[in-house]
């Protein structure tokens, strides 16, 4: 079974809608066994870092969250949340990755809203996938790279795109948004 994290943020039908269109079946819960029981994990997440991580450490889900053995995958929020720290908000996050997340300089529009294509990747999410591949981005806190970053992407300056470290994977872009590219990283996750 698959459980998709249950919490103060958007966008969690988006990402049901798209594993069930990949033919899985999904949970959307906030009950730490149910949780810790999964075969996979998903953090997706539309919001504001500071309410997030408040509505996560009042129900246990912070402790949980990072004691998880099974694959997890953080999804835009989710991913900067699973990070040490977020200037949103001036947020302690869960630090599972050893990243800090930042607001983009002013420099351009913000959000960094659209399709991009990555400058590098590697590991088991990319699986079938180029760097001249495109995926959505809404977002104006990026992650900045670290050894925890397994793809990189450039708006205003180069930033992770996504983040691997033991079995937690995370995206900034939104795979559940990102067509066929995105399909296919969402199942790369899920057979993992």
């Keep these: 079974m698959i459980a998709i994290v249950k919490y103060n943020a958007g966008n969690i039908k988006s990402v049901a809608n798209a594993i069930s269109r990949l033919g899985f079946e999904s949970i959307i819960t906030d009950d730490p066994l149910e949780l810790a029981g999964a075969d996979k994990v998903i953090f997706p997440g539309v919001g504001e870092a500071g309410s997030a991580m408040k509505y996560l450490r009042e129900r246990g889900l912070d402790k949980t969250l990072v004691a998880l053995k099974q ?4 999804i835009c929020l989710g991913m900067q949340l699973l990070c040490r720290s977020t ?3 001036d947020t302690k996050c869960l630090g599972v990755f050893n990243s800090d997340v930042m607001l983009f300089p002013p420099v351009d529009k913000i959000p960094h809203m659209g399709w991009n294509n990555f400058l590098t990747l ?6 079938g996938i180029s760097k001249e591949d495109d995926v959505y981005y809404v977002h104006s806190y990026y992650a900045g790279i670290s050894s925890c970053t397994s793809a ?5 300056l180069p930033f992770s ?3 691997q470290f033991e ?3 995370a995206t900034q872009y939104h795979p559940e948004k990102s067509a066929e ?5 969402l199942l ?3 057979q993992l």
């Design 122 to 127: 590697k590991g088991e999410l990319y699986k």
């Design 152 to 156: 990189t992407c450039d708006y205003i």
């Design 167 to 169: 079995n937690f994977y």
């Design 188 to 190: 790369n996750f899920l």
């Design 161 to 163: 795109a996504s983040l």
């Design 181 to 185: 590219v995105g399909e296919k990283i």
């Design 87 to 89: 200037e949103e908000a």
């Design 71 to 74: 694959p997890v995958l953080g």
